[in-house]
């Protein structure tokens, strides 16, 4: 029973990820985003206003992980309401 359970739990795990994660607080791994998508990270080494985005790349393709910051997006914000 345990073993079937296991890939479902993990894709489950994965679909929760890629919904809507919220920003990161550290850079992610090479190789822990997929090519193309797309993470906010708040390591607040940006501007105030802006958080970093990171677009993963592919080692496959030789295509390199884009890194920059922009500005804050609304579903990026880290600030909670009181």
Same mark, same amino acid.
């Given at each position: 029973?345990?073993?079937?359970?296991?890939?479902?739990?993990?894709?489950?795990?994965?679909?929760?990820?890629?919904?809507?994660?919220?920003?990161?607080? =550290?850079?992610?791994?090479?190789? =822990?985003?997929?090519?193309?998508?797309?993470?906010?990270?708040?390591?607040?080494?940006?501007?105030?206003? =802006?958080?970093?985005?990171?677009?993963?790349?592919?080692? =496959?393709?030789?295509?390199?992980?884009?890194?920059?910051?922009?500005?804050?997006?609304?579903?990026?914000?880290?600030?909670?309401?009181?």
């Amino acid at each position: 029973m345990l073993r079937a359970c296991i890939p479902l739990c993990s894709l489950l795990m994965g679909a929760a990820y890629a919904a809507d994660p919220g920003p990161l607080k =550290e850079m992610p791994q090479e190789g =822990e985003i997929s090519h193309g998508v797309t993470v906010y990270v708040d390591d607040r080494k940006c501007p105030k206003g =802006e958080i970093k985005e990171v677009i993963g790349g592919s080692r =496959e393709k030789n295509i390199s992980r884009q890194v920059r910051c922009v500005p804050r997006p609304a579903r990026a914000s880290t600030d909670r309401p009181q």
